[in-house]
């Protein structure tokens, strides 16, 4: 019988059978795990036999965890860190060396684009590119590229990169595809229909829903041959060569640099990842109403939401997702100040973080995009005006409400 992901999501733990029969994996905070026998400790240790060595590297919270994402992503295994930022540099740091070359979007989340930053500077040269047209990534490549790296909607600006055919790219030359699905989740879109061969998510956003919990995780999805990529260690080529990735990825990524994800968060982000369905349902359809609300007034200038007709790649976007997210952003317009807007604004929450049941706002060239500076943000096609929404589940006329109450303010 082939059941709803709703339903496997919230029988995960229970069909992997949990502790005195509980309906929740449960706490597990030991730091270090025990055996009877030298022998088996020696195994677990040289990945001949599976088990836990160190709590640096996991345990069986997180691994159930783990489990869901995999299951969530149609993957070959899962692993987890303690935020987003840390799975993007772990994995970069497991996987590349110096003198390799990375081409990404040049639509990126702030600290993804300030990490590539970081990364151009220890060895490794990014070329960033418009990734809405596959043609301008595959015109960066190189025969030292190892990795391409896109996210299915960009944050804040909503851009959708062309994501099948940069799959079909990377296939043809071997490179590794990386996807950030963070936006879009599992719920929406799974990247492995388009020839991803790791999938990234920040699990603190749509995955856990709460607002109470960070979270990262890098999911395997099997179609890339690791037996050819040319930066995997002789230690790691153990065992179906589909492990070998993330294999590596746990060594060199999460136990040599220590982003591990507490047992705690892991629980609440499984806990949070059983309403995703119900969620995303929600804060999708209140993102189109708000989006279709605000195109409408006269203080705003541009709405960017792939739902909408005039977003560039509103027929990608409905080809590829089952939704198109609940995140937004607008322009105003000269004269009309965001912060102003942002202060008049009565349920929403001015805040940084998104996916959050409660909706949240922020003015992004002053505060997430600051940093880089106005020359940067322009190549990144965002507004001094922009204002960035990430929506909750609250009532849509509720929302609607306080944006209209809040733009009549402004308008007198």
Known sequence: MTRDLSTRILHADRAAGIEHGATHKPLHIATGYGYERAEDLVSVFQGDKSGYVYGRQGNPTTAALEAKVTLMEEAVGTVSFASGMAAIISTMVALLKKGDHVV?????FGNTASWFNTLSQMGCEVTLVDATEAKNVEAALRPETRMVFVETIANPRTQVADLAGIGKVCQARGIVYIVDNTLTTPQLFRPKSVGASLVIHSLSKGICGHGNALGGSVSDTGLFDWDQYVNLYPNYRKGPPTAWGLLQIRKKGLRDLGGTLSSEHGHRIAAGAETLGLRMERTNANALALARFLEQQPLVRKVHY???ASHAQHARASEL???????????????????????????????????DNRTLALPAALTIFWEMGQEMRQSMDIAESLVRVSLGIEATQDLLDDFAQALAKLNK
């Open 104 to 108: 990404a979007s040049r639509f990126l």
């Open 321 to 355: 997702f089952s939704g198109f997210g609940g995140l937004l952003s607008f322009e105003t317009v000269d004269g009309v100040s965001p912060v102003a807007l942002l202060n008049e604004l009565q349920l929403v929450i001015k805040s940084s973080h998104l996916g």
């Open 306 to 308: 792939p739902g909408l």
